[in-house]
């Protein structure tokens, strides 16, 4: 079974950056995507950013311009580069894996954003 491991997370001030990184770790998987998903308080579980493994991405329109996806493929590891963030970008962000047999999630860290 796949696993993965989160790191990254922490407390930013309003117009910050962080940078997340999720490490997937197992055997004979391969890549389909990763993404990131975020989680705030009281609200649903929202798609933040997805990459493929041949580089493709997908960004929410409330990150687009402000937060990178990359992947690096030898290491099984997704980043989220996040800059210019506000307090509406405070919530757990979990780490999603879509591979050869099935998909799993991060166990989630923390961004969060003071004003």
């Known amino acids: 079974q796949v696993q993965l491991v989160e790191s990254g997370g922490g407390l930013v001030q309003f117009g910050g950056s962080l940078r997340l990184s999720c490490a997937a770790s197992?055997?004979?998987?391969?890549?389909?995507?990763m993404g990131w998903y975020r989680q705030a308080p009281g609200k649903a579980r929202e798609l933040v950013a997805t990459i493929t493994s041949g580089g493709n991405t997908y960004y929410a329109d409330s990150v687009k311009g402000r937060f990178t996806i990359t992947i690096d493929n030898a290491k099984n590891t997704v980043y989220l580069q996040m800059n210019s963030l506000t307090p509406e970008d405070t919530a757990v962000y979990y780490c999603?894996?879509?591979?050869?047999?099935?998909?799993?999630w991060g166990q989630g860290t923390q961004v969060s954003v003071s004003s």
């Open positions: 197992g055997s004979g998987f391969s890549i389909y995507f």
């Open positions: 999603y894996l879509s591979e050869t047999y099935g998909s799993s």
